[in-house]
C-alpha cells in the first residue's frame, strides 16, 4: 500500500511522482514504462520513490484514481453550479469533455487499466456511476426525471459520455496530426446529445400535465 506523506514538503513530492507517472504511462505505456522513467521525469531520485510507493502497479493504481477523482470533481462542480438537472447533465457533460481535452491521458490510462489493472479500472467506472445515479435519483423524487432505474440510466450516460469524447475530442485531435491538442467539443454535437438526453429523461406526460403545443395560440 503506498505511503502518505506526513510533510507538506511529502505531499509536493508525491504529488509529482504522480504526475510525472501519468505523463510516462500515457506516453509510452505501462510495459514499456519504468520507474526510472517516472523519477527521471519527476525530477526526484530513485530512492525517493520507494519512499511512497511499493513499485509500479501501485502508482498506475494511484494514477488511475487520481484521475477518476479529478474528473468526477469537474463533472459534479459543474453540475452542482446548474438549476434544472438537464442544465446540471450539459454542465457536466461539458466538464467532461473539457478534461478530456486537457487530460487526454484518462483514456489512454484507463484503457491501459483493462489488461493492467481490471479492479483500478472498475473501481473508476464504478465510482462515477455512483455519484450520478445519485444525482438521477434525486432528480426523480422532484419530479424532474421519469421513473427508472438510475444506476442503468448512469451507465447509459457515461456510456455516451465516454464514446463522444473519443470520437470528437481524441480522433479529431488525431485527424489533425500528430501533436494536435484536442479541442472542446463543438456546440452542434452537444446539442445533439442533449436531445438525445432530454428524451431520455423527460417525465412522462399524464393527463393532468398534457404536452404543449408547438406554434402560436389564440
Known amino acids: ?30 510495459h514499456d514504462a519504468s520507474i526510472v522513467k517516472i523519477t527521471e521525469q519527476a525530477g526526484i531520485g530513485l530512492g525517493t520513490f520507494y519512499l511512497y510507493f511499493a513499485g509500479k502497479q501501485e502508482i498506475f493504481d494511484e494514477v488511475v484514481d487520481d484521475l477518476n477523482s479529478r474528473v468526477r470533481q469537474a463533472m459534479t462542480g459543474a453540475a452542482r453550479a446548474s438549476g434544472s438537472r438537464l442544465e446540471a447533465e450539459r454542465a457536466g457533460f461539458r466538464a467532461f469533455f473539457r478534461f478530456t481535452a486537457e487530460h487526454p491521458a484518462l ?37 424532474e426525471v421519469r421513473p427508472m432505474d438510475p444506476e442503468v440510466g448512469a451507465w447509459a450516460l457515461m456510456g455516451m459520455g465516454e464514446l463522444f469524447g473519443m470520437r470528437y475530442i481524441l480522433w479529431e485531435a488525431d485527424d489533425r496530426g500528430p501533436g494536435s491538442a484536442p479541442n472542446d467539443i463543438p456546440d452542434h454535437v452537444l ?16 393527463e393532468a400535465d398534457p404536452p404543449r403545443e408547438d406554434g402560436p395560440h389564440d
Open 191 to 206: 446539442d445533439e446529445l442533449m436531445a438525445f438526453v432530454r428524451r431520455g429523461l423527460a417525465p412522462a406526460v399524464t
Open 1 to 30: 500500500m503506498s505511503a502518505q506523506p506526513r510533510t507538506a514538503r511529502g505531499t509536493r513530492t508525491r504529488a509529482k511522482l504522480v504526475a510525472a507517472a501519468e505523463e510516462v504511462f500515457a506516453s509510452v505505456g505501462y
Open 107 to 143: 483514456y489512454r490510462i484507463i484503457r491501459q487499466a483493462e489488461f493492467v489493472s481490471p479492479a483500478a479500472q472498475r473501481r473508476h467506472y464504478e465510482n462515477i456511476v455512483r455519484s450520478y445515479a445519485q444525482g438521477l435519483a434525486s432528480a426523480q423524487a422532484v419530479g
